[in-house]
């Protein structure tokens, strides 16, 4: 069993109560995740918007910062903010990114601020044709806004990834592409959504390289 399996199991299944009191050591695998899931195709993308999953960037934690300064404290470095007595709203640091391994030095501004952007690791579009549609609205907002489906990330390569799942992108950084699907299944697992036949034989193919 992978290092990312152990932790991204055990993330998601606290999430959704699967690991019955006292018994840590029945955690299932990502790949035991995946075989939960239901498989079939997308749904239309009739209805799809944006809207649907409520305003961008909501503070649904009620921290007085919204979700995208919340993602960016928690994964940049060496982090300013705009004012000492502001807490919120990060006006540079320095990303790892995720995705290829590059540092990018992130300063908020019009120009600057997409360098640094902030994935739906389950891009929202995916979502919504693979189950989503059927939510609450409350649900969706819940979904958008969860830390377990953010990243910040290289901006050039989540424009590249746009809404496509682990059959049409993954990140060019191989090493951390188990972690990647790992996410999306743990996210998928907690909102009930589906995959799709390429998805799921992407995501086991990924996972037979995890060490």
Known sequence: MS???????LVISL???????????????TSDLVASLVVKGRAPKTGYTRAQFGPAWSDVDRN?????NDILKRDLKAIAYKSAGDSCVILSGLLIDPYSGESINFLRGVATSSEVQIDHVVA?????????FKLSADTRKAFANDPLNLLAVKG???SQKSDGDAAT??????SYRCAYVSRQVAVK?????????????AILGVLKSCL
């Open 15 to 29: 999430a959704v109560s699967v690991i019955p009191q006292g018994a840590v050591g029945a955690a299932p695998t």
């Open 64 to 68: 007085g910062c919204d979700t995208r």
């Open 124 to 132: 929202l579009s995916n979502a919504w044709q693979t189950g989503a």
């Open 169 to 174: 992108w993954l990140p060019p950084r191989k």
């Open 3 to 9: 290092r990312w399996e152990i932790r991204i199991a």
């Open 189 to 201: 697992v907690k909102y009930g959504l589906w995959i799709t036949a390429p998805e799921k034989a």
């Open 156 to 158: 050039s390569l989540n």
